[in-house]
């Protein structure tokens, strides 16, 4: 009696290149300081977002803020950050 052929492999469901590129992405938690004022901004964007019918987490926005940061050019970005009061470091 011949062998039985082992049964072909199921085909796997096909995905999407973006969402599997996401799940590949790794994560990087972090800890900073920010002053209580640029705290609330935050939630200042929030409502924001939500008047005009968007959800967005506040890593979302910090993602955002990093990447309009990216747009600008030396000058501009020099002055923004000339512009932020500094942050004391929390003594060890």
Same mark, same amino acid.
């Given at each position: 009696?011949?062998?039985? @052929?082992?049964?072909? @492999? /199921? &085909?796997? @469901? ?5 969402? /599997? #590129? ?8 972090? +800890? %900073?300081?920010?002053? +209580? #004022? $640029?705290?609330?901004?935050? $939630?200042?964007?929030? #409502?924001? &977002? ?5 959800? &967005? +987490?506040?890593? #979302? ?6 990447? &309009? ?5 030396? $000058?501009? %970005? ?7 009061? @500094?942050?004391?470091?929390?003594? $060890?």
């Amino acid at each position: 009696m011949p062998p039985i @052929p082992a049964p072909a @492999p /199921a &085909a796997e @469901p096909e995905r999407s290149l973006a969402s /599997a #590129e996401s799940r590949r992405q790794k994560k990087v938690r972090d +800890r %900073f300081s920010m002053p +209580r #004022e $640029d705290y609330a901004l935050i $939630d200042t964007l929030k #409502e924001r &977002a939500g008047s005009l019918e968007l959800k &967005a +987490r506040k890593s #979302e926005l910090l993602r955002a803020g990093l990447h &309009a940061l990216t747009q600008l050019n030396n $000058d501009e %970005f020099r002055a923004l950050l000339d512009a932020l009061p @500094p942050v004391k470091k929390k003594r $060890d």
